[in-house]
């Protein structure tokens, strides 16, 4: 039993995880990939997270991934 504490003692703590910012290619629309692997639709407004809706990725989906600076620029939570 020791032996096993002294092991969890010394693992690395759990990695925070991130979200993800892309644009999706057809509609030009922000689509942000939550640190819980939901994807948002942004809107083009003032608060757009506030203001999400739920976005569907499928097969004939075309996201491309922005640079992380824009989770600030779109006054991401995380």
Do not use: C
Not at 15 to 30: D, H, I, L, N, Y
């Amino acid at each position: 039993m020791d032996e096993e504490r002294r092991i969890e003692d010394e693992s690395p703590p759990p990695r925070k995880r991130k979200g993800a910012v892309f644009v999706e290619r057809s509609t030009e629309q922000w689509v942000v990939q939550d640190p819980d692997g939901n994807f948002w639709a942004l809107p083009a407004v003032d608060e757009p997270w506030l203001n999400r809706r739920p976005f569907e990725v499928t097969d004939e989906t075309g996201l491309d991934p922005v640079p992380g600076h824009y989770k600030h620029i779109l006054n991401l939570p995380f």
